[in-house]
């Protein structure tokens, strides 16, 4: 589906509105996807994110500083900053990790793929990252003692 401005709105990312429940650094890479797809120079990919940017994330884009806003790896690095997990998300999502099992229903790859964002989000990775799968894809009867 395409809008009169040309931009697909099947693949565009969903806008941003800064809450805690969104990962940004996954947002923002599907933004960047996006971009590079449609081959937005600099200037139209400065202002596709200004759009997107809504509530909470739109009040911040409006304070930012117009030196930020003129460049595109400025922009990101400000995002990042501020859109960035703070300490109290970070050791949620490890404690996610850790105590998340499959939900009934849940297919595997679905699981799978969700232990993985959550382990890209706290720096967790190989043996650490295998054994809380295979920990959340046990049936709970495996657990008792």
């Known amino acids: 589906m395409s809008t009169s401005t040309g931009v697909d709105t099947s693949f ?9 429940r969104e990962e940004a650094e996954t947002w923002l890479i599907r933004f960047a996807k996006y971009a590079a797809y449609r081959d937005f120079p600099e200037c139209e990919k400065l202002n596709f994110l ?8 739109g009040d911040w884009y409006d304070r ?3 030196e930020s806003k003129a460049n595109w790896a400025a922009m990101k690095t400000a995002f990042e900053q501020r859109f960035q997990d703070s300490d109290l998300m970070r050791w949620r999502k490890a404690s996610d ?3 998340r ?10 699981y ?3 232990m993985r964002k959550l382990a890209r989000a706290v720096g967790v990775d190989g043996d650490q990252l295998r054994y809380a ?7 709970q009867h495996c657990w008792r003692t």
């Open 12 to 20: 565009a990312p969903p806008p941003f509105r800064g809450t805690d």
């Open 101 to 110: 099992t499959r939900a009934p229903g849940e297919s595997v790859n679905a």
């Open 64 to 66: 930012l500083a117009s």
């Open 97 to 99: 990790i850790w105590n």
């Open 50 to 57: 200004a759009v997107l940017l809504r509530d909470d994330a």
């Open 133 to 139: 799968v295979q920990r959340g894809l046990r049936p």
């Open 112 to 114: 799978v793929t969700n």
